[in-house]
């Protein structure tokens, strides 16, 4: 368990953007694992955390795709349908949270992912000389849905993917480089990740002042996005 930090009166920015907050008397369910500044992690189930959390202004979820990689205690394998219901399922929990949504749905989901909800509308990930495959191959770009968002300039962002050294084993971290242009293009001011992994998102927030919320299921994986938060901030990307 990390146990640096446990003060909700840290935020950078209090007073001028959304403040996020947890209702008064949650119990420990829903003791943060980490929070400092702004920057609050969750370890559990985004599904039964959802109720304790409110609204924000841009949910960022990049869940598992079903692509059979091998997550600390998940099963990215689940039969198609079931996939699907799993996706509309926190879908509809987390949708309501947020005035903004961006979602990752993975290459070979679109057909689960339009149905639940049609996007208003949909980015390019361009990620020239992508090193790792998956079940549909090599591809050398991924969409990312969006909802109630007007972009600050183009819906393509290029990003590479490349080894970070301080994302330990987790498979499949982002780019920062990504998430960052994602948090300034949609103009994020406070922002819930319910799928953290190795915390870019946190880790990308915090960089750019915006108070943010993670989730991720692994504790291993909790570990390493408080480790990363506690690093000192650099630069942007
Ligand atoms: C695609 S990864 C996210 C990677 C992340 N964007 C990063 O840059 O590291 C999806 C993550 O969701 C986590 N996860 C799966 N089911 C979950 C659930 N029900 N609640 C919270 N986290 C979950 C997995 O453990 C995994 O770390």
């Given amino acids: 368990m990390w146990r640096a930090v446990a003060r909700q009166g840290d935020l950078p920015t209090a007073g001028a953007v959304p403040v996020l907050r947890l209702p008064a008397g949650v119990g420990g369910a829903m003791t943060p694992y980490y929070e400092a500044g702004g920057i609050t992690i969750y370890h559990g189930d985004c599904r039964e955390i ?10 960022l979820a990049d869940p ?3 692509y059979k990689l091998n997550y600390d205690g998940y099963t990215d394998d689940l039969p ?7 996706c509309a399922d ?6 309501g949270l947020a005035s903004k949504t961006v979602i990752f749905p993975g290459n070979g989901n679109l057909d689960i992912w339009l149905p639940i909800k049609r996007p208003s509308g949909i980015g390019c990930w ?3 000389g992508n090193p790792s495959s998956s079940s549909v191959g090599f591809d050398e770009w991924e969409p990312w849905l969006y909802w109630g968002v007007r972009l600050g300039g183009s ?13 330990g084993d987790h498979p499949c971290p982002k780019p920062m ?4 242009m994602l948090l300034v293009k949609t103009k994020a001011t406070s922002v819930i990740d319910p799928f953290l992994g190795s915390g870019t998102t946190l880790f990308a927030a915090k960089k750019l002042g915006i108070p943010a919320i993670g989730i991720e299921q692994s504790e291993k994986y909790c570990e390493i996005a408080a480790n990363r938060l506690s690093q000192e901030v650099m630069e942007l990307v």
Avoid: C, H
């Fill in 64 to 66: 598992p795709y079903n």
């Fill in 126 to 128: 361009y990620k020239p």
């Fill in 50 to 59: 959802f109720s304790a959390l409110t609204a924000t202004d841009l949910l």
């Fill in 177 to 180: 480089a990504l998430i960052s």
């Fill in 90 to 95: 926190w879908f509809s929990q987390y949708s």
């Fill in 155 to 167: 819906s393509v962002i290029r990003a590479t993917v490349s080894k970070q050294g301080d994302t």
């Fill in 80 to 86: 198609r349908d079931e996939y699907a219901r799993w």
